[in-house]
């Protein structure tokens, strides 16, 4: 049975950063995609960024590109996001979540069957 705990959320300004992680039990953790999404107050949840189970394919929502960097340590079963020049549209819970093994990364949240119990990030302006 696979298990994701995110950690690292927290109070933030604008303009400054914080760094997620998502530390997933289970044996196929090396073989899944993992996704980052993020719920806002009285939004659908919303894809962030997904990195494919080698690490070689990542793809972002293009509202964080260029801020946001996922990255994965397959010996730790662990994925990161780092979130940097963060602004209040950030705000959200933000889950982490695991695919099938072998597949390939999904925008959508039906591509991911196992989910974190989300962590939340506020930044003030």
């Known amino acids: 049975q696979v298990q994701l705990v995110e950690s690292g959320g927290g109070l933030a300004q604008a303009g400054g950063s914080l760094r997620l992680s998502c530390a997933v039990s289970?044996?196929?953790?090396?073989?899944?995609?993992m996704g980052w999404f993020r719920q806002a107050p009285g939004k659908e949840r919303e894809f962030v960024v997904g990195?494919?189970?080698?690490?070689?394919?990542?793809t972002y929502a293009d509202s964080v590109k260029g801020r946001f960097t996922i990255s994965r340590d397959n010996a730790k079963n662990t994925v990161y996001l780092q979130m940097n020049n963060l602004n209040p549209g950030d705000t959200a819970v933000y889950y982490c979540?695991?695919?099938?093994?072998?597949?390939?990364?999904?925008?959508?949240?039906?591509?991911?069957?196992?989910w974190g119990p989300g962590t939340q990030v506020t930044v003030s302006s």
């Open positions: 289970g044996r196929t953790f090396n073989r899944s995609p």
């Open positions: 979540a695991a695919g099938a093994p072998w597949g390939g990364v999904s925008k959508s949240e039906y591509g991911y069957a196992n």
């Open positions: 990195i494919s189970w080698i690490g070689g394919s990542i």
